[in-house]
T-cell receptor, first 116, second 112 residues
Framework: GAVVSQHPSWVICKSGTSVKIECRSL??????MFWYRQFPKQSLMLMAT?????????EQGVEKDKFLINHASLTLSTLTVTSAHPEDSSFYIC????????????FGPGTRLLVL | DQQVKQNSPSLSVQEGRISILNCDYT??????FLWYKKYPAEGPTFLIS?????DKNEDGRFTVFLNKSAKHLSLHIVPSQPGDSAVYFC???????????FGAGTTVTVRA
């Protein structure tokens, strides 16, 4: 149980294009999902909290117009990196919290983004 | 400001022996603590958690100890196995805010 998937697992795109990453909770419902970013050899940095049916909450320093988040259902959140640039290249990871459970977050496998 | 700290970036232990990973936190509002294991280019895998009403939680080879007065927790892995070689992250959250704060991670290497 508590499986979270992400798609795609990796993507290479040209500078200026937009990239959408999907995060799905496969066997539970998640009113809250989270998007993280990890740079090489660093810890996970929370970017935003995705709330089903409402606007996402962004952490300080994260551009909401740059990183669009949509949480349209209890099992799906999407992160769109708009007008991607090479500095957006990173490892993006989502997590989900089972609405019936405790505060444990279950993580997806991550998406490696490379912007050329 | 780093609210969760893992001061040991790496740990090397012989197979079969105990691995002890340490974590300190500064935010007194944290009341739920978790340990995750992570391999390169993969998402973190949940290992074990503990709520602030307990001081110990055990699951198989993994035991987490919490010392609230010292704002310190530790993860014990015994016996250590080669497959345990990975990066271990300590994380914490407050009950009124489900966001997780992560430590910097400790890379564990289990030697055969």
């Amino acid at each position: 149980g508590a499986v979270v998937s992400q798609h795609p697992s990796w993507v290479i795109c040209k500078s200026g294009t937009s990239v959408k990453i999907e995060c799905r909770s496969l066997d539970f419902q998640a009113t809250t999902m989270f998007w993280y970013r990890q740079f090489p050899k660093q810890s996970l940095m929370l970017m935003a909290t995705s709330n089903e049916g409402s606007k996402a909450t962004y952490e300080q320093g994260v551009e909401k117009d740059k990183f669009l988040i949509n949480h349209a259902s209890l099992t799906l959140s999407t992160l769109t990196v708009t007008s991607a640039h090479p500095e957006d290249s990173s490892f993006y990871i989502c997590s989900a919290r089972d609405q019936r459970g405790d505060e444990t977050q279950y993580f997806g496998p991550g998406t490696r983004l490379l912007v050329l | 400001d780093q609210q969760v700290k893992q001061n040991s970036p790496s740990l090397s232990v012989q197979e079969g022996r105990i691995s002890i990973l340490n974590c300190d936190y500064t935010n007194s509002m944290f009341d739920y603590f978790l340990w995750y294991k992570k391999y390169p280019a993969e998402g973190p895998t949940f290992l074990i958690s503990i709520s602030s009403i307990k001081d110990k939680n055990e699951d198989g080879r993994f035991t987490v100890f919490l010392n609230k007065s010292a704002k310190h927790l530790s993860l014990h892995i015994v016996p250590s196995q080669p497959g345990d070689s990975a990066v271990y992250f300590c994380a914490a959250s407050a009950s009124n805010d489900y966001k997780l704060s992560f430590g910097a991670g400790t890379t564990v290497t289990v030697r055969a």
